[in-house]
């Protein structure tokens, strides 16, 4: 079983950087594919970025391309998503989620339904 914890949400002005982080309790997530999702008020989750267990890969939005960076330590079952530029239609509940299957396509790492374990999330607004 593994538990998540996500930090580092707030409330930021446009163009603002935000740093949430992602911890884990319980197994290792060294061999896990890690993502992170997002959901804005009276919009579906929808995914945000995704890396592979070895952080040889990266997958992301494109509406968070090249603004958001996605990172892991798995010596300390953390995983990372670096926000710059903010902008007001960031501000939604932010989650992390681990998928326990270690190889991962572009299409895996996007679909919610393959991730085993969520966090409560985390709230990041972003005013203009």
């Known amino acids: 079983q593994v538990q998540l914890v996500e930090s580092g949400g707030g409330l930021v002005q446009a163009g603002d950087s935000l740093r949430l982080s992602c911890a884990a309790s319980?197994?290792?997530?060294?061999?896990?594919?890690m993502a992170w999702f997002r959901q804005a008020p009276g919009k579906e989750r929808e995914f945000v970025a995704g890396?592979?267990?070895?952080?040889?890969?990266?997958y992301y939005a494109d509406s968070v391309k090249g603004r958001f960076t996605i990172s892991r330590d798995n010596a300390k079952k953390a995983v990372y998503l670096q926000m710059n530029r903010l902008k007001p239609e960031d501000t939604a509940v932010y989650y992390c989620?681990?998928?326990?299957?270690?190889?991962?396509?572009?299409?895996?790492?996007?679909?919610?339904?393959?991730?085993?374990?969520w966090g409560q999330g985390t709230q990041v607004t972003v005013s203009s």
């Open positions: 989620a681990a998928d326990r299957t270690y190889w991962v396509t572009p299409a895996r790492a996007r679909a919610q339904g393959e991730y085993d374990y």
């Open positions: 319980g197994r290792t997530l060294s061999s896990y594919t």
């Open positions: 890396i592979s267990w070895d952080g040889g890969s990266t």
